[in-house]
């Protein structure tokens, strides 16, 4: 329920503030936003498959996140920042999809 | 990542406080880690405030940030952000549409001038085809035309006129400038036959009756001299045993009409 609530509230927030990203922030927010919504798809698995736990989560969300966006800061230093982010991108998908399929499974049994 | 703090639930702030140090380190996602919780799973059902704290706090985080992203995307704002490559393809995209969109300028404007001029070329074009038409009309007699001519009468009272003679008439009118003609009630066209016996001539199956009556359009003192020049018309009818009567007038209608048949095999080129 708190994910859910936070969740809106944090949309509600971002279309009434509606702020502009800072220059520096804007190559990372998007692939931030990915990661993070990778974690919130391995949490909702795992509430499914009741493993749980809110410490995992949490360091999985912020380790996500931080990640995904110093491999993108990596790659920019790095003059291949559009691939990486490409590939950090697919990465997560691959995985979003996965824990989809798997809440699928709990959800549907099929 | 110790799951050692699972179990016991009263030190919150241990709780948070590592798992933000340890993170950019060993990043596990939440499926990975789960072989590692089985021990600590039934007792972690109950609620921890902070970790329901932090929970809320991220996905508000998460809400917010995929709600500002979404934003910056639809406006164009996201080009301040994009990296120097992504820049350069945006550029060569553009280039290459602008070039596409000149190109497709000048080829509409091209075809705007042509255009113009030719709206400007085709009153004097419908006027000099309209002037062709009325010249072709009259010449294949499908309107009814006036102007000085002369009329020729030629009695046959000994019925020995032939349509040799008859269009022999006809070629030395034609020879003199005759622009259109009709003989008795029957317009000549550039396929007019004469047929028949002498007294029962036909000129394009319609019969005619002497005395033979020429309504001819052209020059009148021209055609009136081919007339009577020795060899010409007046004498052959004259040794037929016939007489011509030829009056110049300023003013001769011709005004029976031909059927216009539509050629069956010819087609118009256009070629030129």
């Keep these: 329920m708190i994910p859910i609530i936070g969740l809106a509230v944090g949309v509600v927030l971002g279309l009434l503030l509606a702020p502009s990203v800072p220059l520096g922030l804007q190559p990372y927010l998007p692939i931030a936003v990915v990661a993070a919504l990778d974690a919130v798809f391995g949490g909702i698995r795992a509430r499914f498959d009741g493993i749980f736990d809110a410490k995992v989560f949490v360091v999985s969300f912020v380790s996500n996140v931080v990640v995904a966006a110093l491999i993108v800061f990596l790659g920019d230093q790095l003059g291949v920042g559009a691939q990486l982010s490409t590939a950090v991108v697919v990465v997560l998908g691959i995985r979003i999809f996965g824990n989809a399929a798997a809440i699928r499974r709990h959800l549907f049994r099929a | ?272």
């Design chain 2, 1 to 272: 990542m110790s799951t050692g703090q699972g179990p016991t639930p009263q030190p919150p702030p241990e709780d948070g406080a590592p798992a933000e140090d340890g993170v950019p380190v060993e990043a596990a996602p939440p499926e990975d880690a789960a072989p590692a919780l089985d021990a600590s799973v039934p007792r972690r059902r109950g609620r921890d405030p902070l970790a329901a704290v932090l929970i809320g706090v991220l996905t508000m985080l998460l809400g917010f940030a995929f709600a500002v992203q979404v934003r910056s995307t639809d406006t164009e704002e996201s080009l301040a952000g994009a990296r120097e490559e992504d820049l350069i393809r945006i550029l060569d995209d553009l280039t290459a549409q602008q070039e596409r969109l000149s190109q497709e300028i000048f080829d509409q404007r091209t075809a705007l001038d042509q255009l113009g001029s030719s709206g400007s070329d085709s009153a004097a074009a419908l006027q000099e085809a309209r002037e062709r038409t009325e010249a072709l009309e009259i010449l294949n007699g499908t309107v009814a035309a006036q102007g000085p001519g002369i009329t020729i009468t030629i009695r046959d009272p000994e019925q020995g006129i032939t349509s040799s003679v008859l269009l022999n008439a006809i070629q030395e009118l034609r020879g003199a400038g005759a622009e259109t003609m009709q003989v008795d009630e029957v317009r000549i066209g550039v396929t007019s036959a004469v047929t028949g016996r002498p007294g029962d001539l036909q000129v394009d199956g319609e019969d005619l009756k002497a005395p033979y009556v020429f309504q001819v359009i052209g020059s009148p003192q021209d055609m009136a001299t081919a007339m009577s020049i020795p060899g010409g018309v007046v004498s052959s009818v004259g040794r037929k045993g016939g007489t011509v009567d030829i009056v110049q007038s300023e003013q001769v209608v011709v005004d029976a009409l031909r059927p216009l048949d539509a050629p069956q095999y010819a087609e118009p080129d256009d070629g030129d």
